[in-house]
C-alpha cells in the first residue's frame, strides 16, 4: 500500500490460560523479510499491549508499553511518516495512547495482520476479527 493508513482488529485468545507470551498484531512493514522495518501493535497473551517499531532493517525493535491491558481491539494508525497505537478496552472509541513514532518507509509497503510467539514450541491462537483497513488517517 502507499499513503497514510488506518489498520484495526478485534482480538481474542480462545484458550485465556495459554502461555503469557504470544500475540497478536497489526502491523506495517517495509518488506517481508526477516529485519525489515516495521511498526506494529501487538497484544500479548498476558495482556501487555505496545507500540513497536524497527526503525532501519537489520537494527533491534525498539517498544512503547502502555499500563493498560488486554484491550478488545488494537490499531495502528499511519500519518504521513508518524505510526500511533489505538485501543479500545471495553467496545468504547478507538483512542490513541501514548505519541507517534516518526519511521521514514518508502513506498510501497505491507500492512498486515498476525500471530507470533516468542517461544517457538508452543502453539496457540488467536483470533483477529472485524478487521477494517482503510487507505485513509483517522478511519480506526
Given at each position: 500500500?502507499?499513503?497514510?493508513?488506518?489498520?484495526?482488529a478485534?482480538?481474542?485468545?480462545?484458550?485465556?490460560a495459554?502461555?503469557?507470551?504470544?500475540?497478536a498484531?497489526?502491523?506495517?512493514?517495509?518488506?517481508l523479510?526477516?529485519?525489515?522495518?516495521?511498526?506494529?501493535?501487538?497484544?500479548?497473551?498476558?495482556?501487555?499491549?505496545h507500540?513497536?517499531?524497527?526503525?532501519?532493517?537489520?537494527?533491534?525493535?525498539?517498544?512503547?508499553?502502555?499500563?493498560?491491558?488486554?484491550?478488545?481491539?488494537?490499531?495502528?494508525?499511519?500519518?504521513?511518516?508518524?505510526?500511533?497505537?489505538?485501543?479500545?478496552l471495553?467496545?468504547?472509541?478507538?483512542?490513541?495512547?501514548?505519541?507517534?513514532?516518526?519511521?521514514?518507509?518508502?513506498?510501497?509497503?505491507?500492512?498486515?495482520?498476525?500471530?507470533?510467539?516468542?517461544?517457538?514450541?508452543?502453539?496457540?491462537?488467536?483470533?483477529?476479527?472485524?478487521?477494517?483497513?482503510?487507505?485513509?488517517?483517522?478511519?480506526?
Amino acid at each position: 500500500m502507499s499513503g497514510d493508513i488506518s489498520l484495526a482488529a478485534d482480538v481474542k485468545f480462545p484458550n485465556e490460560a495459554g502461555f503469557f507470551d504470544r500475540k497478536a498484531v497489526v502491523i506495517i512493514r517495509q518488506s517481508l523479510d526477516d529485519d525489515s522495518e516495521e511498526a506494529m501493535v501487538a497484544r500479548h497473551g498476558a495482556g501487555l499491549m505496545h507500540l513497536a517499531w524497527r526503525p532501519e532493517k537489520n537494527t533491534k525493535v525498539l517498544q512503547m508499553k502502555v499500563p493498560e491491558k488486554s484491550a478488545m481491539r488494537i490499531g495502528i494508525e499511519k500519518r504521513g511518516e508518524n505510526y500511533a497505537m489505538f485501543i479500545s478496552l471495553n467496545g468504547e472509541p478507538m483512542h490513541q495512547l501514548g505519541d507517534p513514532v516518526k519511521l521514514p518507509f518508502k513506498e510501497p509497503f505491507y500492512v498486515g495482520i498476525g500471530f507470533c510467539s516468542h517461544i517457538p514450541d508452543k502453539v496457540d491462537t488467536a483470533i483477529l476479527s472485524n478487521v477494517v483497513l482503510e487507505n485513509a488517517a483517522g478511519k480506526i
